[in-house]
């Protein structure tokens, strides 16, 4: 890592200003408040008060309001702060490079993934590249489609990977895999569907019940293609509830609460014991995207990992 003894020419007359007090700048930016910039620093709170002073005295301009126990931006520090995350990630980059000098035996690889991704389809190929790299750390966000693009368009994360569609100018969009989507009941609701025809079937379904993901989810927006598909246009479906990842979904399914659109790899193992029902209509599998920035450095660990995703679904097991 790249410590305090770094130095990067910043503020009047170019006087040096070392990371760490760029990262405790941010970290009380962002948090507003010096004590729990400190805990999360591991620092002691007159370290990272002194090292505010000295960034203030140096440039006689003060970057924070006290306000109570908390402080906040002056004009000064919201200008500044967007110049000192910059110079941050432009360090982080650096450290990228010395990185892959070093041949992958040691570094770091940031992933984010939206829900079904990220909890069922990665983890046995990042398990896998634990152990071809175990000197690189992998660190996984698991968000909806939206907050991983928005990760992968901030540079956050080397890669994401995502069910829903993005676009976005900044960002290059694979399409790497597809998801089977069913639609699954419990097993009293999907009764009352059995031997219904088509059309009684799908009026049933107009009148049912649903449980849904939030907005900006993959699957969320797979429901919501299912029932444009098949309902009137001035049809608005009865959400019954809208939960926030796939378990509480599944449960709340199981439970009765009403019709899912989910994945197949979320339902595989309740279908399988009897707790679900997959009810027969037929949905188009879903893309799964990777995401990378078009213009950010590809670390050697970011390849590394593409390369193996690309050959696990070349080759599945």
Known sequence: ??????????????????????????????????????????LTQSAVSAAIGALEHRH???????????????????????????????????????????????????????????????????????????GVAVHLTIGNTHEVAELAVAGEVDLGLVEGAVSDPLLTVSRVDDDELLVVAAPALAGKLAGADE?????????????????????????????????????????????????????????GAGLAVMSSLVARASIKAGALIHLPFSLPTRPCYLLSHRQLYTSRAAKAMLALILESVANPR
Not at 93 to 100: A, Q
Not at 115 to 126: A, D, E, H, K, V
């Open 199 to 255: 059309a009684a079937r799908r009026d049933a379904i107009l009148d049912a019940p649903w449980v849904a993901r939030e907005k900006g989810s993959g699957t969320r927006e797979a429901f919501e293609e299912l029932i444009q598909s098949v309902a009137p246009p001035d049809h608005t479906p009865r959400v019954a509830l809208e939960l926030p990842s796939n378990e509480s979904l599944r449960t709340a399914v199981e439970a």
């Open 60 to 134: 006689d301009m003060k970057l924070f309001d006290r306000i109570g126990r908390r402080v906040a931006l002056t004009q000064e520090g919201r200008t500044f702060l967007g110049e000192a995350r910059a110079l941050l990630v432009a360090a982080q980059r650096t450290e990228k490079v010395l990185t892959d000098i070093a041949g992958l035996k040691t570094g770091r690889l940031n992933v984010a993934a939206s829900q079904t991704t990220g909890n069922y389809w990665l983890p046995p190929r990042l398990a896998r590249f634990a152990e071809l790299y175990p």
């Open 1 to 42: 890592m790249i410590h305090g003894a770094a130095r990067v020419k910043a503020g009047a007359g170019g006087t040096p200003v070392t990371l760490d007090q760029l990262r405790i700048f941010v970290a009380v930016a962002e948090l507003e408040h010096v004590t729990r910039a400190a805990g999360q620093l591991n």
